[in-house]
């Protein structure tokens, strides 16, 4: 069946790791998105790429970073430079930005010890 | 930034009533989706409106589009406790490639 899969759901990190949330999707979709989502608030958009090899700054990309060397795969680095990363975090693709509906994945869930 | 906002923040109902959810958003749109999710899941998608169109159905539900007041609003006829869930606005605006979503109305139908 044809999805999106982040890994791990769930990932706790020692102060001043970095960590790595990984984001697959095999429905050949261009575009791909990373959020935050904070106890009882709303998405945030950190990342988005709309093709292989590049990607734009979404609202909150300070203290993180990602790649996108292929078109199924766009991993997310929570660095240590991200002060407060406890959160859940959202991965979602798109045939192409701004055609439609965009599918997710179940999102993995950081906490910092 | 989000780009859209809902109302209410949180709203509770017996089964078999109405739900009526807003949204109001900042600057000119391509589309206006809604989502839905349940705790600790991913967004699932709902229905998407374009800018040129007032109004959409999809089985229980309703969604309006008013672009001069730049707001929108869901119905959820007939409400059943397996509708209890969070419910987001997102929006693209024009110009760019993302999509923004508000902080969500959270839906309770009590049996």
Known sequence: DGGITQSPKYLFRKEGQNVTLSCEQNLNHDAMYWYRQDPGQGLRLIYYSQIVNDFQKGDIAEGYSVSREKKESFPLTVTSAQKNPTAFYLCASTRQANTGELFFGEGSRLTVL | ?111
């Open chain 2, 1 to 111: 930034s989000q780009q859209g906002e809902e109302d209410p923040q949180a709203l509770s109902i017996q089964e078999g009533e109405n739900a009526t959810m807003n949204c109001s958003y900042k600057t000119s749109i391509n589309n206006l989706q809604w989502y839905r999710q349940n705790s600790g899941r991913g967004l699932v998608h709902l229905i998407l409106i374009r800018s040129n169109e007032r109004e959409k159905h999809s089985g229980r539900l309703r969604v309006t589009l008013d672009t001069s007041k730049k707001s929108s609003s869901l119905l959820i006829t007939a409400s059943r406790a397996a509708d209890t869930a969070s419910y987001f606005c997102a929006t693209d605006a024009l110009g760019n490639n993302d999509m923004r979503f508000g902080a969500g109305t959270r839906l309770t139908v009590k049996p």
